[in-house]
C-alpha cells in the first residue's frame, strides 16, 4: 500500500496498512533543502523540491503547496512585505479594504493569470508529475474568515462582525467565490486534496462562527466536493467552543491543534470525523526527544481510534531535529506489526 492509497483508506473507511503521517512542513521544508524562505513562497520549484525532499526523508505521506496566506491577496493587489527567512505579513495598517468602499471595484483574480496564484497552480502541476500515484498532492486556499481578515485587517474585521454586518457578509460572499475558483484551478492541475486555512475562525466566538463562518467553510467544502476533491480544514487556536460545529462542516479531515485534546475532539465531533494532529509542534516536535514524540503519538492514536491521522497541531518548526520526525515513522511502523487496520466506515 504506497501513501495515497492509505490516506484515501483511512478517509474511505477502508482497511489500511498503518496510520498515516500528514504534518504541515513548510519552513522546515525549505531548510530541507538548503533555500531561505522567501524563494520557497515565490518559486514553485523550490516549494515542490522541498516537499518531495521532506516526504521521502521523512515517509510522510503527503505533500503539498501550503506555504503562506498571501497568494490570493497579493493577487487583489494586497500590500505584504516579503522577508528573507520568514513568512510574508500583510501590513495592517495599509489594508487593501480599509476603505470598504473598495470591495465593490474588486474582481475575482484568474488563477492561471500569472500572479502568486499562478505559482502555487505549478506547484500543484509539477507535485502531480514528480509525486505521480505515490502521494497525496495537497493544495490549498484560504477559508472565508481568515481571508477576510487578510484583505480587510484582522482587528478591523473584528469590529465589523458588529458594526458593519452587511459588509461582512458581502465580503464574506466574495472570498467564497474567489476560493472556489482557486481551489478548481488547483484540482484541474491534480491535487487530490484542498487544504483550507481559517486561523482567524478561532478568534470570533461561536456564535459568530455558527452565523458567519461555518456555514460558508460548508459550503467552500460542498463546492470542492463536487469538483471531485478532498478537503482538509485547519482552524490555528483553540476550537473547543464549536467542536461540534466543525462536524457539521463535512470537511474529509479536520485538523486539531495542540490546545485542544484528540480525546475531547473526538468525544464531540463523533466517530465518523477524521482527525489529524494534536501533537505539540513546539514542547514535542522541536523541543522533544524521540521517546517524547512516540509517547505523543500513541496518546493521540489511542485517543483518535482508527479514523486519526498522525502529524502536529500546526506546522512543524524549521528547527525540529530529524530525529524527532523519523521517531514518528518509526512509531507508525512499529505499530503496525504487519497487520491491517480498518478505518470503521460508521454510518
Not at 75 to 82: E, I, N, T
Not at 117 to 123: E, F, G, I, L, P
Not at 188 to 215: T, V
Request: net charge negative.
Amino acid at each position: 500500500m504506497n501513501s495515497r492509497e492509505r490516506v484515501f483508506a483511512v478517509l474511505d473507511g477502508r482497511s489500511f496498512d498503518r496510520i498515516p503521517l500528514m504534518p504541515i512542513t513548510m519552513m522546515l521544508a525549505a531548510r530541507q533543502v538548503g533555500r531561505p524562505y522567501r524563494q520557497y513562497v515565490t518559486d514553485h520549484r523550490v516549494l515542490v523540491e522541498g516537499q518531495l525532499r521532506t516526504a521521502e526523508r521523512f515517509g510522510f505521506d503527503h505533500v503539498s503547496a501550503i506555504s503562506d496566506p498571501a497568494r490570493e491577496a497579493v493577487d487583489l493587489g494586497a500590500r505584504v512585505q516579503f522577508f528573507e527567512d520568514q513568512p510574508p505579513a500583510f501590513v495592517e495598517a495599509d489594508a487593501l479594504l480599509a476603505d470598504k468602499a473598495r470591495l465593490v471595484g474588486l474582481r475575482i483574480p484568474d488563477p492561471l493569470g500569472g500572479g502568486r496564484m499562478t505559482d502555487r497552480v505549478m506547484a500543484i502541476r509539477l507535485l502531480r508529475e514528480r509525486a505521480g500515484s505515490e502521494k497525496v498532492v495537497e493544495g490549498w486556499i484560504e477559508g472565508p474568515c481568515g481571508e477576510a481578515a487578510d484583505l480587510r485587517g484582522i482587528n478591523t474585521l473584528m469590529t465589523d462582525f458588529t458594526d458593519d454586518a452587511p459588509f461582512v457578509r458581502d465580503l464574506l460572499a466574495f472570498v467564497v467565490e474567489m476560493e472556489t475558483e482557486f481551489a478548481r484551478a488547483q484540482i484541474a492541475a491534480g491535487a487530490d486534496l484542498i487544504g483550507m486555512g481559517d486561523p482567524a475562525a478561532s478568534l470570533i466566538g461561536p456564535r459568530l462562527y455558527r452565523e458567519y463562518i461555518g456555514p460558508l467553510q460548508r459550503e467552500l467544502v460542498s463546492r470542492i466536493h463536487r469538483m471531485g476533491a478532498r478537503v482538509r480544514l485547519h482552524i490555528c487556536g483553540s476550537t473547543r467552543t464549536i467542536l461540534e460545529d466543525l462536524a457539521r462542516v463535512e470537511a474529509d479531515i479536520v485538523d486539531v491543534d495542540a490546545v485542544v485534546k484528540i480525546a475531547e475532539a473526538r468525544a464531540r465531533m463523533g466517530p465518523r470525523q477524521v482527525l489529524l494532529g494534536g501533537i505539540d509542534p513546539v514542547r514535542v516536535f522541536a523541543n522533544g526527544t524521540p521517546e517524547l514524540v512516540r509517547q505523543k503519538a500513541a496518546e493521540c492514536e489511542a485517543s483518535g481510534g482508527p479514523r486519526y491521522i498522525l502529524g502536529g497541531g500546526c506546522e512543524l518548526p524549521p528547527e525540529t531535529p530529524a530525529a524527532n520526525l523519523h521517531a514518528l515513522l518509526e512509531y507508525a511502523e512499529q505499530e503496525c506489526s504487519g497487520n491491517a487496520r480498518q478505518s470503521t466506515n460508521v454510518s
